[in-house]
């Protein structure tokens, strides 16, 4: 089967994007609607689905509402806008509308509280597995929604947080590997965090040319960018904000730089600041490290530098539901 760029690039010739109030369709993390004038609205939509992004036998109901949207709301974060409001779809089999259904509403009701979002409508039915489908809106000023398209050669890439830590939290759930003692390692699985507050303040301040969340894992969305900005990268191995792997998870193949350059679900914003600007960011914004990892090029590849300078062409591994 076609991958999920090809899908969407098909989509996307079949239906024409232009129209009054649209100022950018489908290609970026959400749409971008000019309503009147004063601000723009930034919408996207996100699916949830048993067996493909959750299992019911081994994720609490309560995780699973907060979860869906928390990685609807990133979409929004990653284009700098603040949250407004959502509307969720959800497809139910007849054994999930009672006590499974509270502990996902407590869930999202957490989320939604956290993030400063309500509820404004949406769809329910019944379905033979658990089916979310969440639409989210966003604000911001008008005109500062930070694209996928604007990085240039020169710019420096840089990335918030750790990488990895959602992938290796998934891997321990996976393997039941003493759970009890490893709660910290699964907290960015269960409960992942939206970067709404760094993406405001970088687009506030204008200091992110370009940006995405790293949803599907670094190499992939770092292919996103470099194909949205027609640019590739010299991604630095040495400086990636790695996750600590405890050695006896590095033993049955726990990598940390492998979970850091394909691990996907880590919701951290991956941006490139120019040069001229990158003197004024600083190490943390709300208590989020913020590191530099790399520098977009002309040359249309990305390309992995170890710490002898060796460079190898990195390959998009991260999540393709179309794979």
């Given at each position: 089967m076609a991958s999920e760029s090809t899908l969407i690039e098909r989509?996307?010739?079949?239906?024409?994007?232009?129209?009054?109030?649209?100022?950018?369709?489908?290609?970026?993390?959400?749409?971008?609607?000019?309503?009147?004038?004063r601000g723009d609205w930034v919408i996207t939509t996100d699916q949830f689905l048993e067996n493909v992004h959750f299992l019911r036998r081994i994720h609490p109901p309560r995780v699973v509402g907060y979860k869906a949207l928390a990685r609807a709301t990133s979409d929004v974060?990653?284009?700098?806008?603040?949250?407004?409001?959502?509307?969720?779809?959800?497809?139910?089999?007849?054994?999930?509308?009672?006590?499974?259904?509270?502990?996902?509403?407590?869930?999202?009701?957490?989320?939604?509280?956290?993030?400063?979002?309500?509820?404004?409508g949406g769809d329910t039915t019944k379905y033979p597995s658990v089916v979310i489908g969440l639409?989210?809106?966003?604000?911001?000023?008008?005109?500062?929604?930070?694209?996928?398209?604007?990085?240039?050669?020169?710019?420096?890439?840089?990335?918030?947080?750790?990488?990895?830590?959602?992938?290796l939290g998934l891997r321990l759930i996976l393997k039941k590997s003493r759970l009890a003692r490893r709660a910290r390692l699964l907290r960015k699985h269960l409960h992942p965090e939206p970067r709404l507050a760094l993406g405001h303040w970088l687009a506030t301040k204008r200091y992110a040319s370009s940006m995405i969340?790293?949803?599907?894992?670094?190499?992939?969305?770092?292919?996103?960018?470099?194909?949205?900005?027609?640019?590739?990268?010299?991604?630095?191995?040495?400086?990636?904000?790695?996750?600590?792997?405890?050695?006896?998870?590095?033993?049955?193949?726990?990598?940390?730089?492998?979970?850091?350059?394909?691990?996907?679900?880590?919701?951290?914003?991956?941006?490139?600041?120019?040069?001229?600007?990158?003197?004024?960011?600083?190490?943390?914004v709300g208590g989020v490290?913020?590191?530099?990892?790399?520098?977009?090029t002309r040359e249309k590849r990305i390309v992995l530098v170890d710490a002898n300078g060796c460079k190898t062409e990195l390959k998009p591994m991260g999540w393709d539901p179309f794979r």
């Open positions: 989509v996307r010739r079949k239906f024409p994007s232009a129209r009054a109030g649209l100022r950018v369709g489908i290609g970026d993390d959400a749409a971008v609607l000019r309503p009147d004038g974060a990653a284009m700098g806008a603040g949250p407004s409001c959502f509307f969720l779809t959800l497809g139910l089999p007849a054994g999930s509308s009672g006590k499974w259904l509270d502990g996902f509403l407590d869930g999202m009701v957490s989320a939604a509280s956290r993030f400063g979002l309500t509820l404004a639409t989210v809106l966003g604000e911001t000023a008008r005109g500062r929604a930070i694209l996928r398209s604007g990085a240039r050669a020169g710019d420096l890439l840089c990335v918030s947080g750790r990488l990895g830590e959602a992938e969340d790293t949803s599907d894992g670094l190499s992939t969305d770092l292919s996103h960018i470099c194909i949205a900005s027609g640019v590739g990268v010299e991604l630095w191995a040495e400086k990636l904000p790695v996750v600590g792997v405890p050695p006896d998870l590095r033993s049955v193949g726990l990598d940390p730089h492998k979970l850091a350059l394909h691990g996907g679900e880590d919701y951290e914003l991956l941006f490139t600041v120019a040069k001229g600007l990158a003197g004024r960011l600083p190490r943390r490290p913020i590191t530099v990892i790399g520098e977009m």
